[in-house]
């Protein structure tokens, strides 16, 4: 927290509730309530995020994704986000790398994009409108981190034909290509550089055969709607894309190339949650693969509140995609946590009240701490025993407490450091406490505790053996 202002916790409001329910009578399958004590779906809950896109870089997850704003009542989005885990259930927020500044020529609506890696250079192709034409049109942002920050590579538009939705991958033999579009769909072969493109925008033909059939429909024949993800494994190319709007379901294609032709496989995800869209992601990851998507499971979530979660899944034996459920359980911790190296406050497997912020010195941090509030770091491997905890505080406030607790909000306390006021949000100072009782493997609780308003910000901790 940087400043006293208005706290921007999420709220159900008349017109939140209004589309929530209106969400629901459109999906025929709405997702429970995720329960603390075993959600961890959706993975991000400090803000509203949308449209993942994720990509494995040196042992991580990297996973990009929109932002929608608090009380949307439209797809309001104005920056992108990136997050990143090396276990798939502990997720560390690096904030906001991309947003609508950073191309001169965007005018509003930072839709779904998607990252690559190249040479050790990062592209991010995103959607955006075209301020000259008002029409939208693909940028590419590039970056010597996979967490930025992201610069706009041209100055202007990469592709422009008025649709959306760019997905991108490099084959194996190094040619790279761009996909996109609603309700057409498009792609080009990229240059080495990544940043320009050989020939012309290609339309890939629409057939019942290669995309679905959808009912009842005479202008849209084909179940492709938008979002497409293309992606190889083997010698097979998948197009996993959001099918029939609305409520979207997934579904996906497969081809002999990346060019086709696309023959309809089926549905990867039917259409369930309180979003009545949805957009998919596919990696490996670690020996497992994953499916990415979104939903509204949030409280205050809905069709423009939406929120990105994540499901385990394995191929069947001909190569074809299970079909995939919504969860709130979410997916296996990969390895455990090591609580004996610095980890930042902004790491996370699920919250209650928090939310992050950038911070001063660089980097994020947790804040709008209020007494009650916790967050929940998944399978810590204390081994034989951590004997005592640091954090890394500020406060402009009496401060607090920080409950070091296992295994739940309310589980067995093992320790308690107390915070004083530091002079300020971004002031910051270390703090200490003996730590008893800490071994084996659990989930860690930071619960905060103290009087009424905000307590103090949090920037990283770790244990001490």
Known sequence: ?????????????????????????????????????????????????????????????????????DGSTWFTMKEWRVWSSDDM????????????????????DAWAGQAVERNGKFYWYVPVINDATGRPAIGVAVADSPTGPFRDALGRPLVQ??????????????????????????????NADMISYSGSPT????????????????????????????????????????????????????????????????????????????????????????????????????GFTRSVAVEKFTYNADGTIPQINMTTVGVPQVGVLNPYVRQEAETIAWETGVETERAGAGGMNVGWIENGDWIKV??????????????????ATAGGRIEVRLDGSNGPLVGTCTVSGTGGWQTWSSVSCPVSGATGTHDLYLRFAGGSGYLFNVDWWRFAA
């Open 161 to 190: 034909n008025g649709e959306i939705d760019p997905t991108v991958f490099i084959d194996t033999d190094g040619q790279a290509y761009l996909y996109w579009g609603n309700p057409n769909l498009w792609y080009v072969k990229l």
């Open 203 to 302: 339309q890939i033909p629409l057939t019942t055969q290669g995309f679905g059939t959808r009912p009842g429909s005479t202008e849209r024949p084909t179940l492709y709607e938008e979002g497409p993800w293309v992606y190889k494994r083997g010698s097979l190319y998948y197009n996993v894309f959001a099918a029939k709007c609305c409520s979207e379901f997934i579904a996906y294609s497969t081809a002999p190339s990346p060019t086709g032709p696309w023959t309809y496989r089926g549905t990867v995800m039917p259409t369930q949650g309180s979003s009545f869209t949805n957009h998919p992601g596919i990696v490996d990851f670690k020996g497992s693969s994953y499916f990415f998507y979104h939903n509204g499971a949030l409280p205050g979530g809905g």
């Open 89 to 108: 259930v502990n997720w560390t927020d690096h904030g906001s790398p991309l947003n609508l500044d950073t191309f001169s020529w965007a005018r509003q």
């Open 378 to 395: 998944k399978g810590a491997a204390f081994g034989t025993g951590a004997t005592s905890f640091t954090a890394r505080v500020a406060s």
């Open 1 to 69: 927290m940087t400043t006293p202002i208005l706290r921007r916790r999420r709220r159900f409001t008349a017109l939140a509730l209004a589309f929530a329910f209106a969400a629901a009578a459109l999906s025929p399958v709405a997702e429970p309530s995720p329960s603390p004590a075993q959600a961890d779906n959706p993975i991000v809950q400090t803000i509203y995020t949308a449209d993942p896109a994720p990509l494995v870089y040196n042992g991580r997850v990297y996973l990009y994704t929109g932002h929608d704003e």
